[in-house]
């Protein structure tokens, strides 16, 4: 860690400016949106308005200070990290959510453990996925039956529970 | 009533075959958790919340408990064996715990982390039983501000206090606040941040959040981290007995640790990891043999055990009387009240004080438990230390996401016929920021505790402005609330000079990060 170090010689931190600019973004927009509501008079004070603008204010005062901070390198040093993983793990995640409707969660939940055993370097997929989807399916069999929470059904699931598609 | 005779019908209710079973549920999967890395009771209990929504409310927050005790046990076994910790409240037992392993005395270091986790955790969940009423009679004469006061405290003591950075502690705590307007004002109706989307309404859940912070971000960054990929195991080597000169060394550690945590976890001081942090610290002045640590000292690892353990009992202090979360496990637990219709504070002792009683009850068993699940049992969680890592994370996300569905399965959004379920979204989302939190070194819990405590904070502040007619000055009228400020001010102002005194790496160290 090394906060609080502040060498000049270096370049300022890009991705920390980047940061400085989110949350000035974020601010701006509570700030808008909040300006937008209708308050009756009444609740000019003491009403919805108030907390969004103290949190405003707070998240603008914060970018100043996360961009004086980026200025001065006052973020702790990152190893570089390798990006690939990141795809494959997001990958199983945008996967899952989009198969859930149609293919059911023991196929798409599979899908994301495989993509994230991936992810760890575990592979290959033709692999992976059916050891994944038979887990899930496991997973899906003791929640959605025996603790009664409501997982989405597909194909698979119906076939195995009531031996029809 | 006093505390005795509450307390031993608590005990009566808590040895209930039911409570018991749920309190055997919860000190299992806890220690499990806080085995594993990668997992810790925060992400369990928010996990475990949609299962237990159709479940006895008592016998649910009694494992959330146990979770919480069990995953404090747990992350010991990690810390001592792996050198990685297991839960972050066990940095510090890595230091001297591994290396006790390295010179084959992983068994004593074990066993003197079980022992005094189960002596801090007895005397804390007894000094717990003993200082909630004297806590929630104080608390019943606070009004609208010294409540708004206590929460503006608890909000810098969990971001700023700690940790190498009060901006990034701030900012993060920034984010759980904005996160946490989002949704219908509850007190007028109106809807606030929610961009013309239904599902935001409600607004964001906690558990959500929680879930996709601490699964989905602590799962990307630890694969992109090779080195987190492999560690080695240490195994058990010798006998796992302690000797009578590990017990002699040992006794002290355990009480000062115990001293050291408790107060610091009911305190509103921060989370465990400080705890265990400065009895490290402690047991360095007082030992005999300072030239022992970092060489595998047994002090070192007696003393933060038993500290972290006593933390965890403490935080349970302001959670149950005051209703406020200092960690981000106190935080879900909180949600988890608040699931059943609770809300705790100094007004669940007088309405729901049967319920309060068995839990702090059940605390007392349930480190009886865990002290037999993690001495005699112990080579059975050293087990689990040995799944791969591509398995475990992935089953990690598997549970994560059937959480997430479990809470709200709701295919809200979509286009064409492909339905999307608007909380995965969301999961994802806060998932990726989780990861960026980590890679930039914001710490997590703020994030958690600021969309809970939020809006919370929101309604006293405003309460307190309605009685004034909105003039702030009432903010500060009350001698509570002035004083609350003022241990507000040294929590931020003390930890600054001691950084610009040059001490600031052992403040990052303190960094109070996951649960």
Same mark, same amino acid.
């Given at each position: 860690m090394s906060a609080g170090q502040s060498n000049s010689t270096r370049r300022p931190d890009g991705a920390a400016l980047v940061i400085a600019v989110i949350l000035a973004a974020i601010s701006i927009i509570i700030f808008w949106q909040t300006s937008q509501m209708r308050v009756p008079p009444i609740q000019?004070?003491?009403?919805?308005t108030v907390f969004p603008y103290i949190v405003a204010t707070g998240l603008g005062l914060l970018a100043v200070g996360t961009l004086i901070s980026a200025l001065r390198n006052g973020f702790p040093a990152r190893s570089k990290d390798d990006f690939g993983p990141i795809a494959w793990i997001v990958g199983g995640l945008v996967a899952q959510i989009l198969l859930l409707?149609?293919?059911?969660?023991a196929v798409a939940t599979g899908v994301l453990f495989a993509f994230t055993a991936k992810g760890f370097g575990r592979g290959p997929l033709w692999q992976t996925i059916p050891i994944g989807v038979v887990f899930s399916f496991i997973v899906w069999f003791i929640f959605?039956?025996?603790?009664q929470l409501s997982l989405p059904m597909g194909p698979v699931e119906r076939f195995i529970v009531t031996g029809s598609f | 009533m006093n505390t005795f005779e509450l307390l031993g019908q608590g005990l009566i209710a808590a040895m209930q075959v039911q409570n018991l079973i749920y309190a055997l549920i919860g000190v299992t999967l806890g220690t499990a958790v806080g085995v594993l890395?990668?997992?810790?009771p925060a992400l369990t209990v928010a996990l475990l919340l949609p299962v237990t929504y159709n479940l006895d409310p008592a016998g649910s927050l009694i494992m959330f408990a146990g979770i919480y005790y069990g995953g404090m046990y747990g992350g010991s076994t990690t810390s001592i064996?792996?050198?990685?910790?297991?839960?972050?409240?066990?940095i510090v037992t890595a230091l001297e715990g591994n290396k006790m392993a390295r010179q084959g005395r992983g068994g004593p270091a074990l066993a003197t982390a079980a022992i005094g986790s189960f002596v801090a955790g007895l005397i804390a969940t007894l000094g717990l039983a003993f200082i909630a009423p004297f806590v929630v009679k104080f608390a019943l004469s606070f009004g609208p501000a010294d409540y708004f006061a206590l929460m503006i405290l608890a909000f810098i003591t969990v971001s700023?206090?700690?940790?190498?950075s009060p901006l990034r502690g701030l900012t993060a705590l920034f984010i759980g606040l904005g996160l946490g307007i989002?949704?219908?004002?509850?007190?007028?109706?109106q809807t606030r941040?929610?961009?013309?989307?239904?599902?935001?309404l409600d607004g964001i859940e906690v558990t959500t959040l929680a879930v996709a912070l601490f699964a989905i971000g602590e799962t990307i960054k630890t694969a992109t981290? #090779?080195?987190?990929?492999k560690a080695e195991v240490m195994a058990i080597k010798g006998s796992v007995w302690m000797t009578l000169e590990d017990w002699k060394r040992s006794w002290a550690s355990w009480l000062r640790g115990t001293f050291i945590g408790f107060p610091i976890g009911a305190m509103p001081a921060g989370g465990a990891d400080i705890a265990s942090f400065l009895s490290y610290s402690a047991e360095k002045s007082f030992?005999?043999?300072?030239?022992e640590f970092g060489h595998g000292a047994i002090e070192g690892v007696a003393g933060p055990e038993a500290a972290n353990n006593a933390s965890a009992a403490g935080t349970l202090v302001p959670l149950l009387t005051?209703?406020? #979360?200092?960690t981000a496990t106190a935080a879900i637990m909180l949600a988890g009240f608040q699931q059943f219709g609770l809300q705790p504070g100094p007004l669940l002792f007088a309405n729901n004080a049967g319920l309060v009683w068995s839990l702090i009850a059940s605390l007392l068993i349930a480190n009886f438990m865990l002290l037999v699940l993690n001495l005699p049992l112990i080579g059975l969680w050293v087990k689990?230390?040995?799944?791969?890592k591509p398995w475990l994370y992935a089953g990690i996300l598997v549970f994560a996401t059937l959480g997430t569905l479990g809470a709200n399965g709701a295919m809200s959004m979509g286009f064409g016929s492909v339905r999307i379920s608007f909380e995965l979204v969301l999961l994802l989302a806060f998932g990726v920021l989780g990861y960026l939190l980590r890679r930039f070194g914001y710490p997590i819990a703020p994030v958690v505790v600021g969309l809970i405590l939020g809006p919370m904070a929101e309604q006293q502040l405003r309460r307190a402005l309605s009685i004034s007619q909105g003039d702030p000055a009432v903010l500060f009228h009350s001698p509570i609330s002035l004083v609350l400020y003022a241990v507000a001010i040294i929590a931020v102002g003390l930890p600054m000079i001691m950084r610009w005194r040059g001490k600031g790496a052992v403040l990052g160290q303190l960094a109070s990060d996951e649960d």
């Open positions: 000019q004070r003491v009403g919805p409707s149609t293919a059911g969660f959605a039956r025996g603790l | 890395p990668g997992i810790g064996l792996l050198n990685t910790p297991g839960e972050s409240a066990s700023a206090a700690f940790g190498d989002i949704g219908i004002d509850q007190q007028t109706g941040l929610a961009f013309g989307v239904l599902d935001l981290d #090779p080195d987190q990929i030992a005999k043999k300072p030239e005051l209703g406020l #979360p200092t689990l230390l040995t799944i791969p």
